[in-house]
């Protein structure tokens, strides 16, 4: 069992930026590929950036370009999806999920594992 856990939301005006942190408890995250994903208020889920073991291998949904980057630490341990330049329409939970290495789809349908979310609100 893969538990994630999210951390890094918060409060923050346009244009601030947020570091927004995924772990899994005992286990190393460079064994799968994560996906983090939007969940705005009334909407569905979709997903923002996702990453395999690489960094050329980032994908990322066109709203979020030039402004979201997804990485890892070095130990392996935890995935970071920094966000820059954030607009009040970023403004929801964000999640971080998991699955086997090979493909970064940004479908959440195509994820196993799933954190319980980090509120992100963006607002002056």
């Known amino acids: 069992q893969l538990d994630l856990v999210e951390s890094g939301g918060g409060l923050v005006q346009p244009g601030g930026s947020l570091r927004l942190s995924c772990t899994a408890s005992?286990?190393?995250?460079?064994?799968?590929?994560i996906g983090w994903f939007h969940q705005a208020p009334g909407k569905e889920r979709e997903g923002v950036a996702a990453m395999g073991r690489n960094a050329n291998s980032a994908e990322y949904v066109d709203s979020v370009k030039g402004r979201f980057s997804i990485s890892r630490d070095n130990t392996g341990k935890v995935v970071y999806l920094q966000m820059n330049d954030l607009k009040p329409e970023d403004t929801g939970i964000y999640y971080c999920?998991?699955?086997?290495?090979?493909?970064?789809?940004?479908?959440?349908?195509?994820?196993?594992?799933w954190g319980q979310g980090t509120q992100v609100t963006v607002s002056s």
């Open positions: 999920a998991a699955r086997a290495l090979g493909e970064t789809p940004l479908s959440s349908a195509r994820y196993g594992y």
């Open positions: 005992g286990h190393r995250l460079d064994y799968y590929t």
